[in-house]
């Protein structure tokens, strides 16, 4: 394995929904494709009779439930639905809980090889990281459709303790996928809230990726891009949700921000959100954005060009004022307690916010009492 690092493997390409009709029906005799798309997407998106025509020939596989928030459950299901074939591709279509569930899929299913598929077993790789060694992996073609996670230029996917104990993170080169196909398009079908959630999911990943310990000026500059699409786009995708040129810049967005988090992980703010969700139900981006403010003020001493990205905050009003307002535009109110947090609840909350990887990668050290003054701060 060459010791350089591509900035990123992915081949990335806009299209239609048409192109995806293509992509869909590429598949014959000699091939066999396994797609993870949820049925109810596939219906919104007029795919359902062509992907059935495909099953019902013997040329594909198809996963059509995932659980928002995968776990080891929906790895699972979708090495048990190929056991015993080896498909040339996974067609991943949909937002990251569909990408990730395929990147499982891809990247466990030639260690099941003669062996018996078990979630015990797909627990062990997760917790031990023994499936980064270089291995055949299944090719990954991925569509968002979310404009959210960014995991169409990642390599990383999370996969949810199927017990609520934990969130693992796999993370190896060998799950970018091979081919991102963004089809803006796809995101008109979004509801008022997932576009809010997804779209500051993306914001949190570039914010964090301007100030993560292993940030680059390359990272920096795409990450600024980022931040400066979405705060502009996104309150107008919210105002006006069915016009495609506004979801297209929020696509670019989230595209981006996922190009400059590859390269740095996330920080603070997405550590501390995945106990809020696994404990809450709190949808990520939500999660990861209620803390961004706080998080920013207490790093802007240790953030190198801090000016850059706190002037792009300013010329949008100042980021929690653009929080507040854009959360309003979608019903949503950015603190704990409307979100369904009991005051009693945080001191436990607080002991489950330190994610090994993410906690560690934010610029300034976060104490457990720092937390609950941050967490007591958004509150109501
Ligand atoms: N791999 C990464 O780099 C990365 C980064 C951030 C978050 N994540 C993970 O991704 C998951 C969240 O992904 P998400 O926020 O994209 O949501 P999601 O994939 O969980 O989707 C939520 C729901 O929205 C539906 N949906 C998706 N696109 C739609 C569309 N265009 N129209 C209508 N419905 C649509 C889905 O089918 C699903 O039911 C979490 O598990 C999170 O931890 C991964
Ligand atoms: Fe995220």
Redesign the pocket.
């Known amino acids: 394995m060459s010791k350089y690092v591509p900035y990123c493997s992915v081949e990335i390409k806009f299209g239609t929904k048409e192109a995806l009709r293509e992509l869909v029906n590429d598949c014959g005799p000699e091939k066999k494709v396994l797609v993870v798309c949820?049925r109810?997407?596939t219906d919104?998106w007029d795919l359902t009779a062509d992907i059935e025509k495909n099953v019902a020939s013997g040329n594909e596989f198809w996963m059509d439930t995932?659980t928002?928030?995968?776990t080891q459950q929906d790895v699972y299901n979708g090495l048990k639905l190929i056991e015993g074939y080896d498909p040339d591709f996974i067609l991943a279509i949909?937002?990251?809980?569909?990408?990730?569930t395929a990147?499982g899929v891809s990247n466990f299913h030639y260690l099941f090889k003669g062996k018996e598929i078990t979630i015990d077993a797909i627990t062990e790789l997760l917790k031990t990281g023994a499936y980064k060694t270089e291995h055949e992996v299944i090719d990954i073609i991925s569509v968002p459709?979310?404009a959210?996670?960014?995991?169409e230029v990642?390599q990383?996917?999370?996969i949810?303790d199927i017990n609520k104990t934990a969130?693992f993170s796999i993370d190896t080169p060998q799950n970018y996928p091979k081919m991102s196909l963004v089809i803006p398009e796809?995101?008109?079908?979004?509801?008022t809230k997932?576009t809010f959630?997804?779209g500051v999911?993306a914001l949190s990943?570039a914010i964090e990726a301007y100030w993560a310990k292993p940030t680059t000026y390359v990272v920096k500059d795409i990450a600024l891009k980022a931040i400066d699409t979405i705060m502009t786009y996104l309150p107008k995708v919210l105002a006006d949700p069915q016009n495609l040129e506004l979801r297209t810049y929020q696509s670019r967005g989230a595209l981006l921000a996922?190009m400059a988090f590859a390269r740095t992980r996330t920080t603070a703010c997405h550590s501390i959100s995945y106990a809020v969700?696994m404990q809450y139900g709190v949808?990520?981006?939500i999660a990861c954005a209620l803390t961004l403010d706080a998080v920013s003020k207490i790093n802007r001493e240790a953030i190198v060009c801090a000016d850059d990205l706190f002037d792009t905050f300013e010329r949008h009003g100042g980021l929690q004022k653009w929080l507040d307002e854009t959360a309003a535009m979608a019903g949503v109110t950015l603190r704990l307690k409307p979100l369904g947090v009991p005051e009693k609840g945080i001191d436990h909350l607080v002991t489950q916010t330190f994610t090994k990887g993410r906690m560690d990668n934010n610029p300034v050290d976060i104490s457990p009492e720092k937390v609950k003054e941050i967490l007591l701060s958004i509150y109501e």
């Open positions: 949820e109810f997407c919104l995932i928002p928030n995968p949909g937002g990251g809980s569909a990408i990730d990147k459709s979310a959210g996670t960014g995991s990642t990383f996917a999370t949810w969130k796809l995101t008109l079908t979004l509801p997932m959630s997804t999911d990943h996922g969700t949808p990520h981006g």
